[in-house]
């Protein structure tokens, strides 16, 4: 399953970040995306409590019944060993997270998810690769941009990156041609009011625009 994943992301570069959606939009949200090309969706956990580890959990696996192999879902914001456990049991695939911790990254790997932990400095992402990591996102980069994942891409090439925060249709291709491997997009294609509205046509094309730029 590990291979498969990891070939996915190779290959369709982006990673839809859905956070504080309610559980009665995510599946045509996701048929939504689907139809835009989207193959991959992460499904945060929510820090802040409001949402239940175990209510994320089962949203994680509704989509997963329901989309099967059509669709690769994950998890994110993932901070702790029993949110691995619980992404694993959900049927999860992948975990991502904002930082760089040992236990979560054994975790995933001891049980066959693909691990995406978030880093910063070299330092960090040296530490994140060593420790088992099968790609890791750059995060945040809002603030420093392509210069910057340049600059550390050139000593650290060996090591598969993704880039969020920050990315759009203005310079998605230029992290492609500095050599990033994937992104992840949130608010970009996951756009609320559309949500509320029901324009799930709306999202869709949405979708077609970064895949298309992908593509291009």
């Not at 090439?157 to 041609?177: Q, T």
């Not at 294609?189 to 970064?210: E, F, P, R, S």
Request: net charge negative; charged share 25%.
């Amino acid at each position: 399953m590990r291979e498969k994943i990891i070939e996915a992301v190779n290959n369709e570069k982006i990673i839809v970040i859905v956070r504080g959606v309610e559980k009665d939009d995510l599946i045509p949200l996701a048929e939504a995306m689907y139809a835009g090309g989207i193959r991959l969706i992460e499904i945060t956990f929510d820090a802040s409590g409001k949402t239940s580890d175990g209510e994320t959990a089962s949203r994680i696996a509704m989509l997963k019944e329901h989309f099967g192999d059509r669709m690769h879902i994950g998890a994110g914001t993932v901070l702790t060993t029993e949110q691995v456990v619980l992404t694993r049991a959900a049927g999860g695939e992948f975990i991502i997270s904002p930082n760089v911790k040992r236990e979560v990254i054994e975790k995933t790997r001891e049980l066959s998810l693909v691990s995406m932990p978030g880093a910063f400095s070299p330092s960090e992402i040296v530490d994140a690769y060593d420790l088992g990591a099968d790609f890791v996102k750059l995060f945040p980069i809002t603030e420093l941009g392509v210069g910057y994942v340049k600059a550390v891409r050139a000593p650290l090439c060996h090591i598969p990156m993704l880039a969020v925060g920050g990315v759009d249709l203005d310079n998605i291709s230029d992290y492609l041609k500095i050599g990033v491997c994937g992104f992840g997009l949130g608010s970009n294609i996951v756009n609320k009011k559309m949500i509320a509205n029901g324009d799930w046509d709306a999202i869709t094309a949405l979708a077609q625009k970064y895949v298309a730029a992908i593509r291009g």
